[in-house]
């Protein structure tokens, strides 16, 4: 085992191939983390209470169990050279509670951060990096305060949990304060002023606890909160994304970044970038560095936990364009597949296809996005997605 520093919050020297990675969590992004890591020479376990969850079928093994049981925690700590996490709602008390038997690089200041919107727009915010109009509330008397110093339109969310819209009510007029929780009820929350945004886009830079390098801006488009399509590069100008690259660079730095972190954006007709949410992990939206690019997100997640040097990312295309396959695409999908060689298909092998549940993606590069865009409609595979606008 490597020896830890109390210096670099557990960072570790440069691991050697052959290192074993823990992954705690065991779904798609832990699987294309795995990936990348066996192509370096590494090993990687997982803990996932599904058994032979995604990640599990890449790995060299799982420990089946829940994310805040301590025991497997330790288990896996104790099987492992280096820890990560690949999504938010893991437990940091009991990763801190490890420290002692591994390095876990990104370390949970990250994590507690990104778990709590409250702390995550102070963070945010306080690096002189705009977001929404934002108040903490806690129960109905600080909700209309709140509402009367942002206004209507406005979203209300839990501080903590929730992800794809869960844990939103969104308060068009006061008609909709029939929706909030009681008093009795009412969970540690944040009310968010809406942003009239030209586009959504998100941007992922890399570090390894010293040095940061990030990919390119990329557009995103949503429905029904769930990402449908990522399309890079976004269309901004240089200025624009110069801006964006800056502000996720220091963003990074403020959390000493060991690791992959995206950041969401909202992009206003004036240029003007907005940060909506972070995430402390490899992201859906950054899915199509895997084919696009030289290095992709897991590779540098990957090398930056490992505490090797990083290089910045390449584009290998003019552009390209990621959709997701959901529960209710993946037949018409796989019937389409045979008539589309250009498809980058990327299934997730989840055992039950659930409406609105991820379960792959697909990547097309291209030099003319409008024509792939209309060319991927039109197989009418995402026909209940495109109808919805």
């Known amino acids: 085992m490597p020896s830890l520093s109390e210096e670099t919050n557990g960072a570790v020297d440069m691991l050697a191939p052959g290192a074993t990675i823990g992954i705690v969590g065991g779904g798609q992004l832990g699987r294309m983390m795995a990936l990348s890591a066996k192509y370096m020479g590494l090993r990687v376990g997982t803990l996932d209470p599904t058994e032979d969850c995604p990640t599990a079928q890449v790995a060299d093994f799982q420990i089946v169990a829940d994310y805040d049981d301590t025991a497997a925690i330790r288990e896996l700590a104790e099987r492992s050279d280096v820890l990560t996490y690949e999504f938010e709602n893991v437990d940091a008390d009991a990763l801190d509670a490890v420290r002692d038997r591994v390095a876990i690089p990104q370390g949970t200041d990250l994590l507690r951060v990104t778990q709590n919107r409250v702390a995550e727009k102070t963070f945010i915010n306080d690096h002189g990096i705009a977001t929404a109009p934002w108040a903490p509330v806690n129960d109905r008397a600080e909700l209309d305060a709140a509402l009367g110093r942002i206004g209507y339109p406005a979203v209300l969310k839990t501080a903590e949990g929730g992800y794809d819209g869960h844990g939103q009510i969104v308060l ?129 997640h990957v090398r930056g936990i490992c505490g090797w040097p990083l290089a910045q990312p390449r584009t290998l295309t003019p552009a390209a364009v990621m959709v997701n396959v959901l529960g209710q695409h993946v037949a018409p999908t796989r019937e389409a597949i045979a008539g589309h060689p250009e498809w980058h298909v990327h299934d997730y092998g989840k055992a039950e296809a659930k409406h609105d549940r991820k379960m792959g993606h697909i990547t097309v590069l291209t030099d003319d996005v409008e024509r792939t865009v209309a060319e991927l409609d039109a197989t009418g595979c995402w026909a209940d997605i495109t109808d919805r606008g």
């Open 172 to 300: 068009r007029d006061a008609a909709d304060l029939g929706q909030v929780w009681p008093d009795g009820d009412f969970p540690p929350a944040i009310l968010e002023g809406f942003v009239d945004f030209a586009y959504e886009a998100s941007i992922l830079v890399s570090g390894n606890g010293e040095d940061y390098v990030t990919f390119p801006v990329v557009r995103n488009i949503h429905c029904d909160n769930i990402l449908h399509k990522t399309i890079m590069p976004a269309p901004m100008d240089d200025g624009m994304r110069e801006r964006a690259r800056e502000l996720a660079v220091a963003l990074a730095k403020g959390f000493a970044l060991a690791g992959t972190l995206a950041i969401e954006l909202f992009v206003l007709a004036d240029g003007t970038l907005i940060v909506n949410e972070l995430a402390p992990r490899p992201h859906n939206s950054g899915h199509y560095t895997i084919e696009a690019c030289d290095f992709d997100q897991y590779d540098l």
